[in-house]
């Protein structure tokens, strides 16, 4: 049974460009979670996706946004790219439904990106 | 104000035996969750444990434990019988209403297990 995949694992950016990540949930679940880690620090929210449609959204400019697709997987874009935005983006799912108490969040490995 | 504090930013253990991470948290809400995760090397965050705040009884799971200490808002994590496989970085999260994806991670403990 395949947990949550993402790609790509590494990849360098210059500032100023856009990138795309992907994330395919783990099978049965349907509910998507981004967070940005910085190095030497904990996750942050940057948002869920349930129902292909934006449902939480923690403290991130508009340079970052979202897809969810019918078939649950999530794409994170982010424009404008800039030095601090080096870190690891993590792809979180839950479900079926959205999370709620003790509902558990199961994380992928990641896509480390790094701006120059 | 930080949410959820981790105090200590790394910790040594020799293998074999039990090792506490510590974990104060703060909200005004009733009803929260406080969750444990484990990140390796390889990045990927592993579900460890999961206290709810109406939880009577401290939860377990296996060689882990939370001894969870509502007056004080800690939730400690406790591991017991370490193994060489344990060291990794640990980090202590809170999910407060309204129930979602978000969870607020503290900055981690770095776990170091000595044969």
């Known amino acids: 049974d395949a947990g949550v995949t993402q790609s790509p694992t590494h990849l360098i950016k210059t500032r100023g460009q856009q990138v795309t990540l992907r994330c395919s949930p783990k099978?049965?679940?349907?509910?998507v979670s981004w967070y940005q880690q910085a190095l030497g620090q904990g996750p942050q929210f940057i948002f869920q996706y349930y129902e292909e449609e934006e449902r939480q959204r923690g403290n991130f400019p508009d340079r970052f946004s979202g897809h969810q697709f019918p078939n649950y997987s999530s794409e994170l874009n982010v424009n404008a790219l800039l030095l601090g935005d080096s870190a690891l983006y993590l792809c979180?799912?839950?479900?079926?439904?959205?999370?709620?108490?003790?509902?558990?969040?199961?994380f992928g490995a990641g896509s480390r990106l790094t701006v120059l | 104000a930080q949410k959820i504090t981790q105090t200590q930013p790394g910790m040594f253990v020799q293998e074999k035996e039990a090792v506490t991470l510590d974990c104060t948290y703060d909200?005004?809400?009733?009803?929260?969750?406080l969750f444990w995760y484990k990140q390796p090397s390889s990045g990927e965050m592993i579900f460890l444990i999961y206290?709810?705040?109406?939880?009577?009884q401290n939860a377990t799971e296996g060689r882990y434990s939370l001894n969870f200490q509502k007056a004080r808002k800690s939730a400690n994590l406790v591991i017991s019988a370490s193994q060489l496989g344990d060291s990794a970085m640990y980090f202590c999260?809170?999910?407060?209403?309204?129930?979602?994806?978000?969870?607020?991670f503290g900055q981690g403990t770095e776990l170091s297990v000595k044969p």
């Open positions: 979180a799912s839950s479900g079926p439904g959205q999370p709620s108490g003790a509902n558990v969040l199961t």
């Open positions: 999260a809170m999910r407060e209403p309204p129930f979602g994806g978000k969870l607020i």
């Open positions: 909200t005004s809400d009733p009803s929260y969750g």
């Open positions: 099978s049965g679940h349907d509910t």
């Open positions: 206290q709810g705040s109406y939880d009577q």
